[in-house]
């Protein structure tokens, strides 16, 4: 079993920025591929961004392109991502997911695919 714990999560203004991380359990963490979810208030969860076992492959959704860039650190077993340029519609639970699928590449960008979930951190942007 894998465990997620997000943070991170806050309140900033339109066109601000915030580094959410995740730190992950277990030994085999080098070989899922992660990414991150999130579910806008009376939205549906969508697809954000990805990342390969490596780091050498990246997803993103398309809103995001360009002010969003995932990352992580297999050394400390932690994902992240950072958010500029947050806008309004940006507001919503960021959760950290993974795929114990070893060395799957490219990363997967639906939810189905992913097997472990975080319970959520809040990114709220005032306009």
């Known amino acids: 079993q894998v465990q997620l714990v997000e943070s991170g999560g806050g309140l900033v203004q339109a066109g601000g920025s915030l580094r959410l991380s995740c730190a992950a359990s277990g030994r085999a963490f080098s070989r899922y591929a992660m990414g991150w979810f999130r579910q806008a208030p009376g939205q549906d969860r969508e697809f954000v961004a990805a990342?390969?076992?490596?780091?050498?492959?990246?997803l993103y959704a398309d809103s995001v392109k360009g002010r969003f860039a995932i990352s992580r650190d297999n050394a400390k077993n932690s994902v992240y991502l950072q958010m500029n340029g947050l806008k309004p519609e940006d507001t919503a639970v960021y959760s950290c997911?993974?795929?114990?699928?070893?060395?799957?590449?490219?990363?997967?960008?639906?939810?189905?695919?992913?097997?472990?979930w975080g319970q959520g951190t809040q990114v709220t942007v005032s306009s």
């Open positions: 997911v993974a795929d114990r699928t070893a060395f799957r590449d490219p990363p997967p960008s639906s939810m189905d695919e992913y097997d472990y």
């Open positions: 990342i390969s076992w490596s780091g050498g492959s990246t």
